[in-house]
């Protein structure tokens, strides 16, 4: 059974970083591209960021290109998103997800199979 349990979300300044950590057991994870997305009170959920199986290859969304940075430790089995001059615009409950195995990186939440509980980013102006 997949488990991903996120983690490092809370309240920051507009301006300030914060460091989000999701923890994944029950799959091989080196073998899975690993996505970010977030969901905003009455938006859609939409992507973030993903990130290739061995890390090679990275995907963002334009609204987060140049302020945010996936990355991934197969050794702990472990993704990262480290979200830096963040604006209140980004607040919202980020979820990470297992993506297709063997993949390059895909936008579309379709794609991906297994979900955490999320963890909640305010943006404070």
């Known amino acids: 059974q997949v488990q991903l349990v996120e983690s490092g979300g809370g309240l920051v300044q507009a301006g300030g970083s914060l460091r989000l950590s999701c923890a994944a057991s029950g799959l091989t994870f080196s073998s899975y591209t690993m996505g970010w997305f977030r969901q905003a009170p009455g938006k859609e959920r939409e992507f973030v960021a993903a990130?290739?199986?061995?890390?090679?290859?990275?995907d963002y969304a334009d609204s987060v290109k140049g302020r945010f940075i996936v990355s991934r430790a197969n050794a702990k089995n472990t993704v990262y998103l480290q979200m830096n001059s963040l604006k209140p615009a980004d607040r919202a409950v980020y979820y990470c997800?297992?993506?297709?195995?063997?993949?390059?990186?895909?936008?579309?939440?379709?794609?991906?199979?297994?979900w955490g509980q999320g963890t909640q980013v305010t943006v404070s102006s």
């Open positions: 990130i290739t199986r061995h890390g090679g290859v990275t």
């Open positions: 997800a297992t993506g297709p195995p063997f993949s390059r990186t895909v936008e579309t939440p379709d794609a991906y199979d297994s």
